[in-house]
Every structure is written in C-alpha cells, then in structure tokens.
Nanobody, 121 residues
Framework: QVQLVESGGGLVQPGGSLRLSCAAS????????MGWYRQAPGKQRKLVAV???????NYADSVKGRFTISRDNAKNTVYLQMNSLKPEDTAVYYC???????????????WGQGTQVTVSS
C-alpha cells in the first residue's frame, strides 16, 4: 500500500495564496503521475492539476495561470501552489498518485484523506 498525507490547507482571503503538500510513503517501488483533485460540497470530485514523473503538467481551465503543480521525486512529494484564490476554489483537496509497490508491482491509484481549503473574506 501507498499512504498519501496532505497538508497546507486552511482559511485564506480572496486573492491570497496557499501551498499544499502531499507526501507518499509505504513500500513504494515507483510513482508515475501525481495530481490534485478537489470536491466542493454537493459537487463531483474533479481534476485540478496533474504532473508526470518526467515533469509534464496539465491543469483544469479554471485554475490555469493561478495554480502551479510541482514534485520532488526524491521525497515522493507533490505540491500545489495556489495563488489569486477565489471563493469558488473552496473545496476539499485530495492528493492522488499512480504508483507501484513491492507487493503490487503494477500501476494502482492511491488517494489521500483530503485537506480543506476555504476562501472567504
């Protein structure tokens, strides 16, 4: 199994910034893509940003130009820098990783428990 732990969420004013972190641990053989999803109350969970092991990125249109995803492969950690935050960014943010373990050596999706981000004045 792979455990993903998110941190960095909280309350921020509109226009403010937050940096989310997600650290992967466990019997990791390799991690391919890592990403961030979010789910607002009463809404479906949606992709925010994804980054490949080689550093290629993709973003939801709603966050392009404001959010930046990055990763530290040596630490098995992915980050999401969120700038110019808007009230509509309020959601629980979930970390996702496509990885392989020593006992499950094929690509498998893993999810973190989520961290709350609230944008309000």
């Amino acid at each position: 199994q792979v455990q993903l732990v998110e941190s960095g969420g909280g309350l921020v004013q509109p226009g403010g910034s937050l940096r989310l972190s997600c650290a992967a641990s466990g019997s990791i053989r390799s991690i391919n893509a890592m990403g961030w999803y979010r789910q607002a109350p009463g809404k479906q969970r949606k992709l925010v940003a994804v980054i490949s092991s080689g550093g290629s990125t993709n973003y939801a249109d709603s966050v392009k130009g404001r959010f930046t995803i990055s990763r530290d492969n040596a630490k098995n950690t992915v980050y999401l820098q969120m700038n110019s935050l808007k009230p509509e960014d309020t959601a629980v943010y979930y970390c996702n990783a496509l990885g392989e373990t020593l006992v499950r050596p094929w690509p498998t999706d893993y999810w973190g428990q989520g961290t709350q981000v609230t944008v309000s004045s």
